[in-house]
C-alpha cells in the first residue's frame, strides 16, 4: 500500500491506490477526443456483425502467449480453493469465455478433488482448440477438463453437455465486456439457467476509466464506454452501478431479482513503469451473484 507519495518509484506496482488528482481533466479530455470522431454507424453495424472471427484471428495471431496466467483467481474468490479440496464432492465449474485456458488451466493444476469437473466454453474455437492442445487437457493430475465452442449469447441452448441447474460456480474473467451490451439480457438469462439454486458467478473484468479506456485514440469508440481495438475485438468497461440490460436481462425470465450480489468492487492498482517514470491507473471491477433459491 502506498502511503507515502514519494515512496511510489519504489515499486512496480500499489494496491487501492484512489485515482491521481487531475483524474476528472484526463478522463474529460479523453472522451471528448473519443466523442469527436467515433466509428461511423455503417462501419458499427459490421464491427458488431461476426464477434467470433476476430477473436479466431486474435487465438490464431497468439495463441497461449496473450494473457498471462490467472493465477490470483482463487486469491481473489476464496470458493475455488474449497471446491479444489480433496473431500468436496461433486462440482461442476463452467468458465465462459475461457479463451486460452489461462484460468482453467491454474485451477486444474492446483486441484486435489478427483471430482472436479471444469467445463471451458468459448465462442472462438481457434481458442478452443488452444485449450484442447495443452497437454493438462488430456491427462489433468486430478478431476477432469472438458472444452466446447458456445457463444454465450445465444439463445438457441445451453453449452454441451450442460443441463439446466447443473453447474455450481459460473466463471467470467473478462467476457462480458467483450460483448455488445445489447447481448448481456441472453448471456445473463444462460448463465442463470445453468446454475444449480444458491449457484455462484464469479466476476471479474474491466472497470470504467481504466488506463486502457481512457488511451483510446479517436475511431474506437462504438457506444458510450464500449471500443473496437485495433485488431477488432471489443470492450466495455464496467462501473459499480449495475447496467440497467444486466438488471433486467430478459422479458421472458424469471422475475428480478436473479442474483443475489455478494461482492461488487472498484479494484484499483497502480503499476509504475520506474525506468520511464510512468504511473498507469488500472482499474477492474469484481463480483460475486449468488443465483436466488
Ligand atoms: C479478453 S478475453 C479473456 C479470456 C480469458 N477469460 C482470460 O481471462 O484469459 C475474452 C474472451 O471471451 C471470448 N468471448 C467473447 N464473446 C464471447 C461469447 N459471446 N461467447 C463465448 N465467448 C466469448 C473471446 O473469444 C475471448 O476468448
Same mark, same amino acid.
Given at each position: 500500500?502506498?502511503?507515502?507519495?514519494?515512496?511510489?518509484?519504489?515499486?512496480?506496482?500499489?494496491?487501492?491506490?484512489?485515482?491521481?488528482?487531475?483524474?476528472?481533466?484526463?478522463?474529460?479530455?479523453?472522451?471528448?477526443?473519443?466523442?469527436?470522431?467515433?466509428?461511423?454507424?455503417?462501419?458499427?453495424?459490421?464491427?458488431?456483425?461476426?464477434?467470433?472471427?476476430?477473436?479466431?484471428?486474435?487465438?490464431?495471431?497468439?495463441?497461449?502467449?496473450?494473457?498471462?496466467?490467472?493465477?490470483?483467481?482463487?486469491?481473489?474468490?476464496?470458493?475455488?480453493?474449497?471446491?479444489?479440496?480433496?473431500?468436496?464432492?461433486?462440482?461442476?465449474?463452467?468458465?465462459?469465455?475461457?479463451?486460452?485456458?489461462?484460468?482453467?488451466?491454474?485451477?486444474?493444476?492446483?486441484?486435489?478433488?478427483?471430482?472436479?469437473?471444469?467445463?471451458?466454453?468459448?465462442?472462438?474455437?481457434?481458442?478452443?482448440?488452444?485449450?484442447?492442445?495443452? /497437454?493438462?487437457?488430456?491427462?489433468?493430475?486430478?478431476?477432469? $477438463?472438458?472444452?466446447? =465452442?458456445?457463444? %454465450? @449469447?445465444? #439463445?438457441?441452448?445451453? /453449452?454441451?453437455?450442460?443441463?439446466?441447474?447443473?453447474?455450481? $460456480?459460473?466463471?467470467? =474473467?473478462?467476457? %462480458? @465486456?467483450? #460483448?455488445?451490451?445489447?447481448?448481456?439480457?441472453?448471456?445473463?438469462?444462460?448463465?442463470?439457467?445453468?446454475?444449480?439454486?444458491?449457484? %455462484?458467478?464469479?466476476?471479474?473484468?474491466?472497470?470504467?476509466?481504466?488506463?486502457?479506456?481512457?488511451?483510446?485514440?479517436?475511431?474506437?469508440?462504438?457506444?458510450?464506454?464500449?471500443?473496437?481495438?485495433?485488431?477488432?475485438?471489443?470492450?466495455?468497461?464496467?462501473?459499480?452501478?449495475?447496467?440497467?440490460?444486466?438488471?433486467?436481462?430478459?422479458?421472458?425470465?424469471?422475475?428480478?431479482?436473479?442474483?443475489?450480489?455478494?461482492?461488487?468492487?472498484?479494484?484499483?492498482?497502480?503499476?509504475?513503469?520506474?525506468?520511464?517514470?510512468?504511473?498507469?491507473?488500472?482499474?477492474?471491477?469484481?463480483?460475486?451473484?449468488?443465483?436466488?433459491?
Amino acid at each position: 500500500f502506498l502511503k507515502d507519495e514519494t515512496e511510489v518509484w519504489s515499486q512496480n506496482a500499489w494496491d487501492h491506490v484512489p485515482p491521481p488528482e487531475d483524474q476528472a481533466e484526463s478522463i474529460a479530455a479523453s472522451l471528448a477526443r473519443q466523442r469527436q470522431a467515433p466509428v461511423p454507424e455503417a462501419e458499427k453495424i459490421k464491427y458488431n456483425q461476426k464477434p467470433a472471427k476476430h477473436w479466431d484471428n486474435f487465438y490464431k495471431t497468439n495463441a497461449d502467449n496473450f494473457f498471462r496466467n490467472r493465477k490470483w483467481l482463487h486469491l481473489e474468490f476464496p470458493e475455488l480453493l474449497a471446491v479444489a479440496e480433496p473431500e468436496a464432492g461433486a462440482i461442476t465449474l463452467c468458465e465462459i469465455g475461457c479463451g486460452a485456458g489461462n484460468a482453467a488451466f491454474p485451477l486444474l493444476s492446483a486441484n486435489k478433488n478427483p471430482n472436479l469437473t471444469i467445463r471451458a466454453y468459448d465462442f472462438s474455437s481457434h481458442a478452443v482448440k488452444v485449450v484442447q492442445n495443452n /497437454p493438462m487437457y488430456t491427462s489433468p493430475p486430478v478431476g477432469s $477438463i472438458q472444452a466446447a =465452442v458456445w457463444d %454465450l @449469447s445465444s #439463445l438457441e441452448s445451453l /453449452p454441451p453437455g450442460v443441463e439446466a441447474g447443473s453447474v455450481d $460456480i459460473v466463471i467470467l =474473467v473478462f467476457v %462480458l @465486456s467483450a #460483448l455488445h451490451p445489447d447481448e448481456w439480457g441472453k448471456a445473463v438469462a444462460n448463465i442463470h439457467k445453468m446454475l444449480k439454486p444458491g449457484g %455462484l458467478v464469479l466476476f471479474r473484468d474491466y472497470g470504467r476509466y481504466d488506463l486502457t479506456q481512457l488511451r483510446f485514440k479517436s475511431g474506437r469508440l462504438l457506444d458510450d464506454n464500449f471500443y473496437i481495438r485495433g485488431d477488432k475485438t471489443r470492450v466495455y468497461f464496467f462501473e459499480i452501478d449495475v447496467h440497467p440490460n444486466l438488471l433486467h436481462p430478459l422479458a421472458h425470465c424469471p422475475p428480478h431479482p436473479l442474483f443475489a450480489i455478494e461482492q461488487l468492487g472498484i479494484d484499483r492498482r497502480l503499476l509504475v513503469n520506474r525506468k520511464r517514470q510512468l504511473k498507469m491507473y488500472r482499474v477492474w471491477m469484481q463480483g460475486k451473484f449468488r443465483k436466488q433459491e
